[in-house]
Structure formats: structure tokens, C-alpha cells
């Protein structure tokens, strides 16, 4: 059934991955954008805590994590996701779908395998600014993204010890709109920019887990990223325009296209976790993700208002599984997810550190008869301050994701 679905989801998944808007952010104005949690539901509904594997679940975080797989997995998920905006100025509602990972995953003894696409950062925003004084009118408009195409192998050195490594290829495009317009000058101006994005990066990984006690292991997971670039090449274009009736501008001249090519510096990261528990009824674990400051070049070389500090995130969760192997109550067989992130993200504006921080939770629903499952989670949390006249946004994201698990390469006996 996987085989079947894999190369027709794959294209589709690619498609919608370039089309799909992935955020309403007004903070994915800075840097290549909101950049998403590349992960799984599952680890996601934790808080985002990855310091474990099993051998049905992916675990997108750690590649250490492929060699543990005993079924050929193949993994779905999206978020729709609603939220609210509010600064001095008033407050927007906004609301979202997106489809979030497309990832399959395949068991080779000692070795495992996975592959997928993931969208990496998104860009979505539309800023309008009044000048009452000058009386003129700014709009800042953007949409893109980035995305992760990658392939990972992990390999087990020896019983409870494993190491992984993930190779990927980032790609994408950005658009951005910028327009300015006064009401005393007969014309406005309109820049307009489309960058095209794409660069290497890899991760390494390790796990190790461990009994301690005869029911109790300890888990640890610790991921390291070096630092890596994106090329980008930007074609830049100018115009003259007129404001209709509607505020809706349109192009009286337009000049020549300006094209030029930079580097993005995408920052190094390390990650590194540890918790207890029993595999299959309960673990606690927390992580903590330290990244240097980001470097993007000249773009906001200008603007006083914007800097880059180290960010940090920290994790905390867990699951509960009643009865792993319970015959006679479907509840019991369910596994229950919660957990806690906090993130100070990096980005300075004002002088104000923005800061993203969420409760999440979920479900793990079995499908009757196999090893595949339905995952449900939610994300309850806040970006951002009402500090120096910023934005503050409140969301609620529900994430849904499908599991499949089958067995490939097996040689049957019977025709």
C-alpha cells in the first residue's frame, strides 16, 4: 500500500509545498522567515523533545534515530493553525493550513534510512504604516519560502548506541513587495524583489539509551549542525506608480531590472537532551537547542531597529501509554502526549528580544490491526511583545499527521 502511494503523494506534497503560504507572521519580514519545527507530530506534541526512538515512529530530529526502525514507515503531517495579531494600532485574526513534513523511512539491519521533504522557513506577511504627519502611506507585502529536501542514514555501533547522519538540499523563493506613497508628490514608488534560494547543510546525530533499573532506561540524544550558506540571487525591480480610487497601485514607469547574488549565512546549532522512563509505557525527557546569532548580509544593515542575538530553546515533555498491549480497551492502547517549549528566537527588534513560547499536547490513535496510527496534537502559545509599539501574536495550531508502518524486502513463501 505504501509503494503504491508514495510517488503520487511525493508530487503532490512538492506542488503544495511551493504554493501554500505557511505563515501570517508580521517577524517573518526578518531574515529567510518563520522558520518551522522540523520534526514530526509526535515530537512536536512533546514540546518538541526527540532524545527517543522506537521502531515504528520517525524521529525527523536525529538521525542517530533510522537505525532503530524495524518497519518500513512512511509519515504525513499538516497544522491548521488560528491566530491573533495585536499591537497599539488594533488586532487581525488569521488563519492557516499548511502541510508540514512528507518523510519515509526504511529498516536495514543495523543501518536505517529516511527521506522527505520538509518546508524550512516561511514568509507571509502583509504591513501597512501611516505617516499622518507626512501623510503617506507604506505597504510591505511577502510571501515564499524555504524548503528541505533531505536524506539521512543512522547507524547502530552497538546495543543502545547509535550515530546518524542527514544531508540537505535547501531551495526556494521569495517574493517582496515594498511600496511607498505621499500624498503630496503626484507618484509613488514600488520595489519589488524575487529571490531565488538554495544551498547544502548537514546534521549529525547520536542516541544512546540505557537500563538503569530493571523497568527504568535512561535516554540522551545530542544533534549538531555546522554552519552552511544559501545562495541567493535576486532580481530587483523598480516602478513609478499612481494610487487608484482604491489604494490599489498601478505601474506608470517602470526601470531597468537590477540582479545580484549574495550568501545567507545559516547559523550552526547544537542540541542536546536527556530523559527516563520505560519505551513502552512512559518517558519525561528535556532538551535544550543553542544557536549562534544570524547573519543576513547588508539587508538590514540600515535599520537601527534590527539586530541578531544567540537563541536558545528550551523543551520539556513526555508521553503515557495505559496499556501498550491491551486487548480488551482501545483508550488503553492510546498514547498521550504533552509538553512545554520556550524559545527566545534570536531576533532583537527595539531592543526588544522576541520571544515564542507554547503548551503542547496530543494523541497518538492506533488503526486497529496494524502498527500504522492517526497522531493528533495542538499548540496553545505566544510570539512577540506589545513592548516598542511590536506585535504580539496568540495562536493555536492543530496538527494532524498519518503513520504508516509496513514490511518491505520480505521474501515470500507462497505463491
Do not use: C
Request: charged share 15%; proline share 3%.
Amino acid at each position: 500500500m505504501i509503494k503504491k502511494l508514495l510517488i503520487p503523494l511525493f508530487l503532490l506534497f512538492s506542488i503544495i509545498s511551493f504554493a501554500q503560504q505557511g505563515t501570517a507572521s508580521p517577524y517573518s519580514y526578518y531574515g529567510i522567515g518563520d522558520v518551522r519545527f522540523k520534526g514530526t507530530n509526535e515530537n512536536r506534541s512533546m514540546g518538541g523533545v526527540s532524545i527517543f526512538s522506537d521502531s515504528i515512529h520517525m524521529n525527523l530530529q536525529n538521525p542517530a534515530s533510522y537505525s532503530n526502525l524495524k518497519l518500513t514507515s512512511f509519515s504525513v503531517g499538516g497544522t491548521f493553525s488560528s491566530g491573533n495579531l495585536k499591537s497599539d494600532e488594533g488586532t487581525n485574526k488569521t488563519q492557516r493550513t499548511t502541510l508540514d513534513y512528507f518523510a519515509v523511512g526504511l529498516p536495514l539491519g543495523k543501518f536505517g534510512a529516511s527521506f522527505g521533504l520538509i518546508p524550512y522557513s516561511s514568509v507571509g506577511y502583509k504591513i501597512k504604516t501611516t505617516d499622518l504627519v507626512n501623510q503617506s502611506i507604506n505597504r510591505f507585502n511577502g510571501d515564499g519560502g524555504v524548503n528541505k529536501a533531505f536524506l539521512g542514514f543512522g547507524y547502530e555501533i552497538s546495543k543502545g548506541l547509535s550515530i546518524g547522519l542527514d544531508a540537505s538540499y535547501n531551495f526556494g523563493k521569495i517574493s517582496t513587495s515594498s511600496i511607498n506613497y505621499i500624498a503630496a508628490a503626484e507618484y509613488g514608488t514600488q520595489e519589488m524583489n524575487v529571490s531565488d534560494l538554495s544551498g547544502f547543510n548537514v546534521k549529525i546525530g547520536a542516541m544512546f539509551n540505557r537500563k538503569i533499573t530493571k523497568k527504568l532506561d535512561i535516554f540522551s540524544g545530542i544533534t549538531y549542525v555546522p554552519e552552511s550558506k544559501l545562495n541567493s540571487n535576486t532580481v530587483r525591480n523598480t516602478h513609478t506608480i499612481v494610487y487608484n480610487g482604491d489604494l490599489a497601485p498601478t505601474t506608470v514607469d517602470s526601470y531597468d531590472a537590477q540582479n545580484s547574488s549574495t550568501s545567507i549565512v545559516m547559523p550552526s546549532h547544537f542540541t542536546f537532551g536527556v530523559g527516563i522512563g520505560q519505551i513502552r509505557k512512559w518517558v519525561v525527557g528535556t532538551e535544550i537547542t543553542v544557536q549562534k546569532p544570524s547573519d543576513f548580509g547588508s539587508r538590514y544593515s540600515s535599520m537601527s531597529n534590527v539586530s541578531f542575538e544567540r537563541a536558545t530553546k528550551y523543551s520539556v515533555g513526555g508521553y503515557y501509554i495505559p496499556n501498550f498491549t491491551s486487548f480488551s480497551s482501545y483508550f488503553q492502547k492510546v498514547t498521550y502526549r504533552a509538553g512545554f517549549r520556550y524559545e527566545n528566537t534570536g531576533l532583537v527588534l527595539s531592543d526588544q528580544s522576541i520571544k515564542d513560547y507554547a503548551l503542547t499536547g496530543g494523541f497518538g490513535l492506533p488503526l486497529g490491526g496494524t502498527f500504522s496510527n492517526i497522531n493528533l496534537g495542538f499548540e496553545l502559545g505566544q510570539r512577540g511583545t506589545l513592548r516598542a509599539n511590536l506585535v504580539q501574536e496568540k495562536y493555536v495550531n492543530v496538527i494532524l499527521s498519518l503513520s504508516l508502518n509496513d514490511r518491505w524486502f520480505v521474501k515470500s513463501k507462497y505463491n
